[in-house]
Every structure is written in structure tokens, then in C-alpha cells.
């Protein structure tokens, strides 16, 4: 069934139940969640005990995620490396997670990534936190300056997309990047920090003219301490979140295709007296920075919480209940996503009254038809209409309009017209890296949306009778793990569109797992004070690599190997931090690049002081 809504404030929460790893995508300014509109209704958790100063996921996570959900949130934004244990709670709450491995340059990212990215509580992943204010946390003992941090920030993004292709990256932000970093920046969506008193006023228009991607609102809100008064004022917070919240969702991509935004995640869940003083006391210290949250625009950082330190339930909490609790969907829908001769019936199934409704539908070769005439109503707020107008193939969009609740809103649907079999999938390439074989290809042509590939694979052999079936995606992308090393696995795919249709298979890609591991001894070292770096990479068997420097301009300053074919085994080298020449090289940012000609490539960074 293929499905789209539009939000309004009813009695009925709508759960999301997600037992299996998702598939999450970006679609233009919106997301999805296994193929659904999704927009993120969460909060920023990071639960830190009284007297403390660390986080403990472990205190909190049974009394805070019944509470979170309770609320109609339906994700999670955390820091740190939680236990797996904590991640399979969320799931059984109905909670996503934005997960953020790498805040800081000494974060092992890529280790949080491949443990998690096939779990099924994971929405995303978030690289930087307002790093242009913080400069990825060194600001404030060791420097490493806005340009390094933004060149980390895309090496990371880059380096996370090649790990896992299967859930978006998306890069944190103080308020809207400037064009040259939207333009630069190969996330898939942006998350925007912003304080800015009651409203966020023009910044959803001034966005949407930089970028083409969606954006998470991913901290907003006002604390409980008024300094004017100065006390809680309990109502400013929740009328702040209140009116905020609302703000996202009337600029929702869920409600509008249109829109830019594809949710919040409110800061925070609860109050943190960790942050300004004695961690035994509510301190009310603040500052004004020129901006900030409503009402005093002053940031009285241990009173965020939407929920007291001891878990007693503010009117904010209410509050975004009220929101979040209250919503349905008015769904457009049809039984089927392709068909090869019609009709096909296409149903509104609404749970309040829509004013003005309309369709038409927009035909593969241009042009569209007004479809008003055919809607009947079916006498519970909702509509249907019979279509037999296919003609070519191709696909039809069907647009539904109406207004409710003072919103207009335009929910699309697509039906591909299908009279042949989907195009052989092409372009198949088999990647072997360290945790498995990555496997990539180009879509079949077809008018059905709905093309779903069969992945097969053979082992030591590729005669057509050893193949047998991997899997069944709907991506045209796929990880094979838990392989044996030493094997060489032979993969052909072919398409299936939703009629049963099949392609014939695709040309056969091959690979084998490597287990190329690239290491350094520290991360920051001074050579002009006689230290060193140690280089070390183990290879699986004889094959041709490379082994360089490159300085942050991209230049080879050091080669250590240069393609060349090398036995199974471990290597190191020593690096004083002087070029081919023997020249001591200048201060900076350096990367140290490892490749397995054909097969592997990993970079680590190392700042030279």
C-alpha cells in the first residue's frame, strides 16, 4: 500500500512499530522511514544524576523512555556511546535515535558506526554539534581553528556515507550554515541550533533559499529560569515550546512537500545541575549573549528540562504533549502502485472534515487532468475515485488538495503504468573492505515506483548453477557481512517490479573481504621537539598499495609507499613530520591515507604543532 499524510491534532497517537533495521532516506525536504514520510517529534536526552557530572543512561532509560514516548515523541537525540542494551529499549518504547559519533576529533566514529548501523533504533547519524561555534570542542584547550574542523567534518561525513549506506548523515549546525558550506558539506541534511526567543521568525524561508536538503530543528526551546524576575517561570517555558514546536510543524515536509523542515528535537529532556556550579545545586547563573531563549533571551543552562532532575513533569511537557500526543493522519492512498490495465481505486481516508477538496493527476507525457468531478465522499470525512485513464507507460502522479484546521495542504501518490519488464539493473560493483563486501548499482528503468532487486551471490565460483538468493531490497545499494575471509564472493542482481514483472540478471561483480587496517600512534605531535608518529597497516594478501601524506590542500607531502605490490602481513613506518625532501613541514592539519589498490582506502588525521 503506498501511503502519504498530513498532519492535524486529533485524539489519536499513530506508533511507528520498528523491529528490523530501516531503511531511512532523504526525498527532497523530506524523510523517510522505510518509504513513509517521517517527521522527527523528539528531544535532546542526556541524563546526568544529581552530584554528577557524567551522563547515566543506565539510571534513567526505564523511567525516562516511557515518559518521552508517553509524550507522542518518537525520537531521541543522544551524546556519547550508549550500551546496545539502551538502543534495544528505545526500540521496544517505538523511539529512533539520533546517534552522534563524532563530536570531537579523537572520537572513534567509525567503530560507533559499524556496531550500530544495523540496528533497528538508529535514525540517523550526527557529525558536529554547533561546530562552528566550538570548533568540534577544542576551543578551549587546543585550537585547531574553523577551517580544520569544517575539513573534518566533510572527511567524516564522507567517510560514515561509505560505511553505511542505508541511514543519512547529517551535519549540526549554530543556526543557518553559510551557502559555501551548503554547497561543500555532502550531508543529507542539516541539523540547526537556534535560540532565538519566541519565534524563529524568517529563518525557514532564508534556509530553503540556500539548500535543497531538509533540516531538523535540533536544539530550540526556552528554559524555566526568568533572570528577570528573577525565579521559574514555568508558563514562559511552555508557551515558548509550545509556540515553537508549532512553528516546525506548520513548516513541516510531511504536511508539504514544499516545506523544508522534517521535524525538532527540543532541548532538553531534563534539567542538568552539572553545568554552571556545585552538581549538588540548582544554580540559576546564566548569560546573555545578545540573543536567546524566551523570555529573559539569557541562557540559565541547568534549567532546560522539559522535566525537573527528579523527574517531576513541567506545563512544557504538557505542553508539547498536547502536540505531539494529538496526532493523525489524514492518508491518500491507493491499493496498488503500478498497474497494467486499470482502473484503480484511490482512497482519502480523514479523521476531521476537509474543506474544498480536489484531484487531479499529471500524465507521464505532460499535462494534467482535473480529477475533481470523480471524488465521492464516503461519508466518514473521507473520499474515493476510480481512475481508467492510463494510456502510455510511465508514471502518473495523483495529487489530492483540501484545508483543514486553517492548513492547506497537497498529498501526493504515484502509479506507474506497467506493459513491460523493468530494465536490467546496471553498473554492479562489488567493494571488498574490512567488515565485509559493499555492493552498488545503478536503478532499472521502469514506470513502476515500486522496484524492488533480488541480490544473488555464488562463492568461489561464478557457474550459474552455485548462485542463490542473498536478499530482497528496495535500495541500489546492499552490505554483505559476517562473510569468510579468504573466500571470493561472485554477486548478480536482477529487478522485480510490484506486477511480478522480472528483469533478466545483471553482468556478475566480484570481490573479496580485505582486512586493510590503517593505524597511527597519537593524533597530535610536535617534531620540532624530536617527537614522532608510528604508522602501522596489516594487509590480508600480496596486493598493491599505497601508503602517503597529504597536506589539508590535498598535496602528497610524503610517500612512503607508492603502488606498490606488497606481501601479506604488518608494516610500520616512523614519520618525523618532514616531507620527500627532508624539509621539516609546517603546522597544520595532515591526513594519512592507506589504499589497497582496487578494494580500501582509510585516512586518519594528525594535527603537526
Known sequence: MYKYGFIIYLLTAVLVLHAAPSIVTVDGYQLKVDGQIFFVR??????????STSQDFNQFVDQDLPLIRAAGMNCIRIWGWP?????????????YVILQPYLAPNNDYTGMVNQFKDHPAVLMWQVGNEFNYNHLYTREWDDIGYATALQYVKNVVNDIHSLDANHPVIVGYGEIPPQTEINTVDCDLWGLNVYSGISFYDRFSTYKSRSSKPFIMTEYGADAWDSDLPGENLLAQSNADYQLTMELIDHSSKINSADCCAGG???SWSDGWHKAGNPWSHDSDGNAPGGGPYPDFTFNEEYWGIVTIERTLRPAYYALKSLFSQFKTIDFYSPVTATNNGPVMLYVSSPTNINSPGLNVSLPGGGNTDLGAALVSDGHNGYEASYNGFSADGTYTFTFSGTTNSHTFNLELEIGFVTTAPGVPSDLTAAGVSTGIKLNWTASSSSDPDITYEIWYAVNSSAAGDFSLLETTGSTSYNHMGLTRGNRYYYKIKARDSLGNESVFSAVADAAMVNFDLEVSHSVFAPVSGETVDISFKLPFDKECELYILNINGARVK?????????????SYQWQGRGNGGQLLPAGVYYVVGAVTGEDEKIKNIILQ
Open 559 to 571: 610517500r612512503f609507499i607508492d603502488k606498490k605490490v606488497m606481501s601479506y602481513g604488518s608494516y
Open 83 to 95: 550500551d546496545e542494551a539502551i538502543l534495544d529499549k528505545c526500540v521496544n518504547n517505538d523511539l
Open 42 to 51: 523528539g528531544v535532546n536526552w542526556s541524563p546526568v544524576p544529581k552530584g
Open 265 to 267: 528535537t527540543i532541548f
